[in-house]
């Protein structure tokens, strides 16, 4: 079987309308000389988890080597050397393979397990999870999201990601299937947010991977780690599952690549793989009272009265622009803030999330913030207070929006029968909400290209309403398209109709004046 990681090809990449495959050391030799557009065999939710899991093998590799990136890029034959450092003691590459028929030897993200037999261990016979798809499962009711027991032949590529996946990614999936600890709470996902300086997976890799080895000794003060040294690859330890097992923050490396289950590969004959697995007793590693916040380059930390915990929500704009510049709000990640070397113009953040919740999903999300004009880097180094207040701004304006322009009008033309508006009657208040959510859905993918526009406008004065007023007149125009697309929708007694519909416009127009129009603006209608 063809499924040694560190020598056989079974990475796929793409370059141009070149299609090759690769083993892992060749996949960082690519990387490291840009020779990688894209891993065709990644699904969306699994970017993050590969990157994270890329950049964290090579620092850890590199540290152990005592080496960085200076000089010429490192070739295949030197990244396997570096990963065979990782894992001393086994001439077979056991760490490295899918099968491995020794239990009491580790094999490629598979612990150990001491007891060396398999009797104890259950075979999962149902197809669902006879598969790598069966371990990559994103428990969900909504046809976008990714369903168990794909129909695809699984190849040694699917099975790596799959262990991936299930390994460093997942959550709390009943008792004896316990999550990972970079996560904030069981039905919380491994987020991602970070800067990205190119298109192509080499770059973005290559600086976070140069971020992180200068960044290693503040790693270790962001959680309980050791000031040296440190477990790297959680793989390598046995384990039996007791709860007494969890290992400490004290006992691992800020970077270790961990596993959150018991399972093992098995040779099935005809070249087939299916696996089998048990539940444990407890955790891993003993981190559930960090609640994620354990030092995870690539997640933010978000600030309550309860402390920190780590980043866990839809990245709409109101979320993003906090996570972006808001300090009291959201402590941001390593690999978000900017670093000596990255570029002044032309890059963007990130957002990649997995929403889980009990029992089922919302879905995985993804956002790109692009910062291309040129000074804009050097202005969010120097003046994120500045970004924060604007964008604070434009976001309390969405909600004058909403709740002060839209709503009232949507209410009177749903109580077409009344001369004051009843704003607690419950059939017409959701109703309005829901009318209303229209110019959320509008304003979310226009939010920070105007927040860029407002930024130019206010330069170095203090903030006024005339700075926004690009946004103002843009929320003025999308509460009228919201209120149009509402009259179309909701009910309202058709005898009623005009009379309903010319005093709901009265009463949008009325709050765009009051609400949405700057002071200059004002003087001029006057």
Not at 207 to 223: E, G, H, K, P
Request: aromatic fraction near 8%.
């Amino acid at each position: 079987m063809n499924d040694n990681l560190l020598v056989d090809p079974v990475i796929t990449v793409r370059n141009g309308t070149k299609i090759r495959r690769l083993s892992l050391p060749g996949v960082l030799a690519e990387l490291g000389r840009d020779g990688v557009e894209d891993f065709p065999a990644l699904r969306p939710h699994q970017r993050h988890p590969w990157h994270a899991f890329l950049c964290q093998l090579a620092v850890l590799a590199l540290e152990q080597a005592g080496r960085n990136f200076e000089g010429d890029p490192l070739d295949e034959a030197a990244w396997r050397e570096l990963l065979r450092g990782l894992t001393p003691g086994f001439p077979g590459d056991e760490p490295w393979r899918l099968v491995v028929g020794d239990l009491a030897k580790p094999a490629f993200l598979q612990p150990p397990a001491p007891e060396g037999s398999l009797k104890e261990i259950k075979l999962k016979k149902d197809v669902d999870y006879a598969s790598p798809f069966g371990m990559d499962v994103r428990v969900t009711s909504k046809q976008h999201g990714e369903k168990d027991g794909s129909p695809l032949i699984p190849g040694v590529e699917s099975w790596v990601l799959g262990l991936l996946i299930l390994q460093t990614f997942s959550g709390y999936f009943g008792a004896g299937n316990y999550g990972i600890a970079r996560q904030n709470g069981a039905y919380s996902a491994r987020h991602g947010v970070s800067l990205s300086v190119s298109r192509r997976p080499g770059p973005n890799w290559l600086r976070d991977c140069r971020v992180l080895l200068d960044s290693l000794n503040s790693l270790r003060q962001s959680a309980d780690y050791p000031e040296s040294g440190g477990l790297r690859l959680l793989w390598l330890e046995p384990w039996r599952g007791a709860a007494a097992e969890a290992l400490p923050l004290r006992k691992l490396h800020p970077l270790f690549v961990e596993v959150c289950r018991r399972i093992r590969l098995i040779d099935a004959g005809d070249g087939g793989i299916q696996y089998r697995t048990v539940g444990t007793d407890g955790l891993r590693v003993a981190a559930k009272d960090y609640n994620g916040a354990v030092g995870d380059p690539w997640l933010p930390l978000r600030r309550d009265t309860k402390g920190v915990k780590a980043y866990n929500s839809r990245p709409s704009y109101d979320v993003a622009w906090q996570v972006m510049f808001d300090d009291s709000a959201y402590e941001p990640s390593l690999l978000q803030r900017f670093h000596p070397g990255d570029p002044e113009e032309d890059v963007s953040i990130v957002f990649r999330v997995f929403l889980r919740t009990q029992g089922g999903s919302e879905g995985y999300h993804e956002r790109v913030v692009p910062i291309q004009k040129k000074g804009m880097v050097n202005f969010f180094r120097k003046h994120r207070d500045r970004a924060a207040e604007t964008a604070k701004a434009m976001a309390e304006a969405v909600k004058t929006a909403r709740n002060k322009v839209l709503k009232p009008a949507l209410l009177q033309l749903m109580q077409a029968a009344r001369n004051d508006l009843e704003f607690k009657q419950k059939e017409t208040n959701e109703w309005a909400w829901r009318g209303s959510d229209r110019l959320e859905e509008l304003v979310d993918s226009e939010f920070f290209p105007h927040l860029w526009r407002c930024l130019d406008a206010r330069g170095e004065e203090p903030l006024r309403t005339e700075h926004l007023a690009f946004w103002l007149g843009f929320l003025a125009d999308e509460a009228r398209t919201a209120f149009r697309s509402a009259c179309d929708a909701l009910p309202t007694l058709s005898s009623l109709r005009y009379r309903a519909r010319a005093k709901a416009e009265n009463m949008l127009e009325v709050g765009i004046q009051k609400h949405l129009r700057t002071r200059s603006d004002n003087d001029k209608a006057s």
